[in-house]
């Protein structure tokens, strides 16, 4: 009987504990004022309302058919994950921090 039990409990801890985690994504969008290629193989995109701020497209974001931001006027929206670095020159070394893309869609 107390085996059973005992092997009850381990049993719901186990399940309850690989439960998968809730992902956070931030949604973010409007026209993109300024587009930065970095020498760190990713794009800066300072973003204006209505959700604005610094955000940074990576190799890993997953892109939608107009593909990554390339110029100044674009519309942009997606969702953001995780702080990163942009390297916008090397020497002496420039960096600017965003938010890093996790996945985006473009206007022409």
Do not use: H, K
């Not at 995780?82 to 090397?90: D, G, M, Q, T």
């Amino acid at each position: 009987m107390i085996r059973r039990a005992v092997a009850s409990v381990l049993l719901c801890g186990a399940l309850l504990l690989s439960a998968p985690a809730p992902a956070l994504a931030y949604p973010f969008g409007g026209q993109a004022s300024i587009v930065l290629p970095c020498f760190n193989v990713a794009i800066l995109a300072i973003i204006g309302a209505p959700i604005d701020g610094w955000y940074i497209w990576t190799t890993a974001t997953e892109t939608f058919n107009n593909g990554p931001p390339t110029s100044s006027g674009q519309w942009l929206l997606g969702l953001t994950s995780i702080p990163y670095i942009c390297l916008v020159w090397p020497a002496p070394i420039i960096l600017v921090p965003g938010m890093a893309i996790s996945m985006m869609g473009s206007s022409q």
